[in-house]
């Protein structure tokens, strides 16, 4: 028996949703909390299951955690050394980011696997490096990591790839260490400026921020505080393609306009109907009469995260449209499924070809991949008859209530339990 999203498509959604806090930034508060060694309350986390899995490893370095209504409350007086070798550290990629908070506490860590989304090749050479550079020896044996930071000292990383993870570990890791570190070529997210200004609040001292070289003071002793998460800007983008593809008018609240910039732009190209004021977006739908091509690229590009989404909203366009996906180099799981679905989408060397069609049709559609699942939502938004969603354990790693904020504004989507004979 398994969980699966049942949609009824082609309903005119109408109404208000609103965006939960970020989960890219999230996933790098929770571990960095731990370098105030006391409490740390944290505003607008979502109930998503990545958080949950991070909160376990808390739990295993025996960290005191609460998380009320959408607030943690994390007091890591008493944290403690622990292999990173739980299973929780396998369900998600961000727990790396204990790799540098323990290295700079402990100056040893020892770890298992780290997990995420199968997106293609997805090393961690950046990582190491940049941990090199700051005097850390590593080895990799069978398939446990081990750092070693009995000599660490501050130093110039030159990442020689925008890395958002990197970027993050360099930082956490540089903090610790007494003197000046310098980190360029540094990826310029939002979520690594909200990172920083976190970290500021705990003590630390960093220049730089939101640009591509940041520059961090590091050994201050950090302390408590209490922060407020972003929302969501991916949430944002994939609500705002729900509401150009299906809605009357879909108002999306808690928007930060310069974090969807991109989105804005290529809604300004398509002659998207939208209008952005203060921190509410609203969409309505829109005949789309041209083809785009789109390249994915880091911040302050179009989003890798929302060419999924994306894809499906072309699928229906007129015109013929090319994405062009630069980070991953396998992030199509979403395009057979759809194609299943009467979409005409071809992928050649990482280019997506988007022939519109006139409508797609519903159908059992496998989701493998958290925004791979959430295309297939849309798809099943916009087909004619039924579409069951399976693969919803992904979309609960990183969007709240998915099925509830989209009943909310008149979907025609629940959550059911089937039996396919095959798990
Ligand atoms: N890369 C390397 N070596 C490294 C690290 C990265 O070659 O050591 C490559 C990757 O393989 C990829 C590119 O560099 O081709 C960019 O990867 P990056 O490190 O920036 O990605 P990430 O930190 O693993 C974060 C988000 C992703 C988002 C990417 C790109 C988190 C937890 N994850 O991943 O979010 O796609 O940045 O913006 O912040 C998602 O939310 O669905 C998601 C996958």
Do not use: W
Request: glycine content about 8%.
């Amino acid at each position: 028996m398994e969980e699966v999203i049942r949609i009824k498509g082609q309903k005119l959604l109408e109404g208000t949703i609103h965006i939960s806090g970020s989960k890219n930034l999230c996933v790098a508060l929770i571990p960095a909390s731990i370098l105030a060694r006391d409490v740390v309350v944290i505003h607008n986390i979502p109930p998503i299951s990545d958080v949950y899995s991070l909160v376990e490893i808390l739990e295993q370095l025996g960290i005191c955690v609460e998380y009320h209504q959408d607030t943690l409350i994390i007091d890591s007086s008493n944290v403690k050394y622990h292999d990173l070798d739980m299973p929780a550290m396998e369900r998600l990629r961000a727990s790396y980011y204990f790799y540098s908070v323990l290295l700079g506490m402990y100056h040893k860590v020892t770890a298992s696997g780290i997990g995420g989304c199968r997106l293609g090749e997805r090393p961690i050479d950046l990582h190491i490096k940049a941990f090199e550079q700051l005097g850390t020896k590593f080895q990799k044996q069978e398939n446990k990591y081990i750092f070693d930071g009995e000599n660490l000292h501050a130093g110039h990383i030159i990442f020689d790839k925008i890395s958002v993870g990197a970027t993050i570990n360099a930082i956490l890791l540089a903090i610790q260490i007494k003197g000046k570190t310098i980190i360029e070529n540094a990826a310029t997210e939002p979520e690594i400026t909200e990172l920083c200004k976190f970290l500021s609040k705990m003590g630390a001292t960093i220049e730089g921020l939101g640009t591509d070289c940041i520059v961090i003071k590091g050994g201050k002793t950090l302390h408590g505080t209490t922060f407020y998460n972003i929302p969501d800007r991916i949430e944002v983008g994939t609500y705002a393609l729900i509401g150009a593809a299906t809605a009357k008018n879909l108002i999306i609240k808690n928007v930060i306009k310069e974090h969807i910039q991109a989105l804005l732009d290529l809604f300004d190209i398509l002659e998207v109907d939208y209008s952005i004021k203060e921190n509410e977006l609203q969409v309505r739908k829109s005949k789309i009469k041209k083809g785009i091509i789109v390249l994915t690229a880091p911040y302050p590009g179009f989003p890798t995260d929302l060419q999924q989404p994306l894809t499906s909203f072309l699928a229906v366009n007129e015109g013929t449209s090319v994405i062009i996906e630069s980070i991953y180099t396998n992030r199509f799981a979403h395009i057979k499924e759809l194609n299943e679905m009467g979409a005409n989408i071809n992928v050649t060397n990482m280019n997506i070809i988007i022939h519109g069609v006139k409508e797609l049709r519903g159908l059992v559609v496998n989701g493998k991949d958290l925004r791979g699942a959430a295309s297939l939502v849309i798809a099943g938004l916009i087909a004619k008859g039924e579409t069951v969603v399976r693969g919803l354990e992904y979309i609960n790693r990183g969007y709240e209530n998915m099925i509830k904020k989209l009943r909310k504004v008149h979907a025609n989507i629940e959550l059911c339990i089937e039996d396919f004979g095959d798990n």
